[in-house]
């Protein structure tokens, strides 16, 4: 595929490199457009060693081969990595005084923006605004990711790691349905830690990446998606908001917080079930005697009790089929009521306090579709992905087979691939449930 890398001058224009050898590596051709500014930061002869093309920020290099218009109608993907805020503004107000202004205008096919820039940037309304005109327009715009920034500064602003960037563009260009968009979702991640002392804890061995996986793919089909992490150490996924929880209790918290206004629930986060009774306030000391014992206790299990909440609200808000009356015209003004059919549910966007699908994980070291099955009736889900833990399966790899249990329906098997398959295979089944 023919990727334009533009990139304009910030000092993280420095990443854009690894960015452009991650497409290079995997056989795509790039050309890069740098803007001046650009330049100040990364010279062209490291663009054009590093893509294999000429690299020019004007109009006025190589005229005759008009390259203000046929860089951008040649290519397939434009990213523009870093974005600076005078870069969203010119794309978004159409100007054209340098290669990559006109490029963007004359581009007919995706286009991604991955701004960098201070906070303060960000969140200024003539930014927010440009930011909204664009991605109006079809772009793709990834939130940048928080984190430290130029100076000692850290907040929302930073460059996101490139290979997510990446993984942003690749999805762009295999032209994945963005079936989510409008969708609020929450994905908790990660294995929870229990402490014991201020040095020891209970964990477990989840590395998170199914979840920042499920995470990476609803943000390309055009989720809002709430990351609750749990302990893991990976990139941030582009685009989705990161919260970021030690304990079982934090991460409860967190996860219900967020799943108030949202459409789906997946907790791929390994939860413990257990905590010490007693949480030490000094580090416990090796004493010549017999270890004191740890007493557990039990944590509350998040999944049951977001599909007991569900199950509670839907109740409040279904009029039995018995006592139901033909509702008056236009009589009741309340909009919850009033949206309802007599024995029938009311509309999300109007009772709009719990999830409409909630998918749970199930790590099984044996019987797994039984036990599989059971929980999946236990908890109150409406999917539930099992697979096999163990030796080498599923913790800390980037592949995983599992079997999709769904609520009332057929199972679906997922055969060994990436986790962004499986994931993927997860919102084709949480899309088919929403509204
Ligand atoms: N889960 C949860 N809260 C807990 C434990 C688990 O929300 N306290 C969630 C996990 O995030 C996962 C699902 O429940 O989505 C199943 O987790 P698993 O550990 O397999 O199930 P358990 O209920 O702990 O059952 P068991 O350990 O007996 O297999």
Request: aromatic share 4%; with cysteine.
């Amino acid at each position: 595929m023919k990727v334009v890398l533009g990139v304009s001058g910030g000092i993280a224009a420095y990443k854009a490199c690894e960015l452009l050898r991650l497409f290079t590596e995997s056989g795509h051709e790039v050309r890069v457009v740098p803007t001046r500014e650009a330049l100040k930061f990364v010279g062209a002869p490291t663009w054009a060693a590093l893509s294999g093309n000429p690299v020019s920020a004007e109009v006025w290099d190589d005229v005759h081969e008009v390259p203000h218009v046929r860089i951008g109608k040649q290519a397939d993907l434009v990213v523009v990595a870093p974005a600076t805020a005078d870069v969203l503004a010119r794309a978004a107000h159409g100007l054209a005084g340098d290669l990559l202004t006109n490029t963007l205008l004359t581009a007919t096919c995706p286009v991604v923006f991955a701004p960098a820039m201070h906070t303060e940037m960000w969140q200024h309304p003539a930014t927010r605004a440009n930011v909204e005109t664009l991605r109006e327009r079809g772009a793709v715009v990834i939130d940048p990711a928080v984190g430290r920034l130029t100076g000692a500064d850290t907040g929302p602003g930073r460059l996101p790691d490139p290979a997510e960037i990446f993984e942003v563009c690749l999805r762009v260009l295999r032209g994945r349905p963005r079936d989510l968009a409008g969708c609020k979702v929450v994905v908790s991640a990660g294995g929870t830690r229990e402490a014991i002392d201020p040095v020891r804890y209970l964990g477990n061995r989840s590395s998170g990446r199914q979840g920042y996986a499920l995470a990476r793919t609803a943000v390309a089909r055009g989720a809002e998606v709430t990351l609750v992490a749990a302990n893991v150490t990976l990139p941030d996924p582009a685009g989705a908001k990161v919260v970021r929880v030690e304990s079982a209790s934090e991460l409860r918290d967190a996860v219900l917080a967020a799943a108030a206004d949202a459409d789906a629930v997946v907790m791929a986060a390994a939860v413990a079930d257990f905590r010490p009774a007693t949480r030490h306030e000094a580090k416990i000391k090796k004493t010549d005697g017999e270890p004191e014992p740890i007493f557990l206790a039990k944590n509350p299990d998040i999944l049951a009790e977001l599909g007991t909440l569900r199950r509670e609200a839907r109740a409040a808000h279904t009029r039995p089929a018995a006592a139901a009356q033909p509702l008056p015209a236009a009589a009741d003004p309340d909009p919850v009521v009033a949206g309802l059919e007599p024995g029938g549910v009311v509309p999300r966007r109007e009772r709009g306090a719990y999830p409409e699908v909630i998918v749970g994980f199930a790590a099984e070291t044996h019987d797994v579709l039984a036990n599989g099955q059971a929980k999946l009736a236990r908890k109150g889900c409406d999917l539930l992905v099992v697979n096999q833990v163990g030796e080498g399966l599923a913790f800390g790899t980037p592949d995983n087979a599992a079997t999709v249990l769904v609520a009332g329906g057929d199972p679906v098997e997922v055969p060994f691939g990436p986790k962004e398959a499986l994931a993927d295979v997860v919102w084709d089944l949480v899309a088919a449930r929403l509204p």
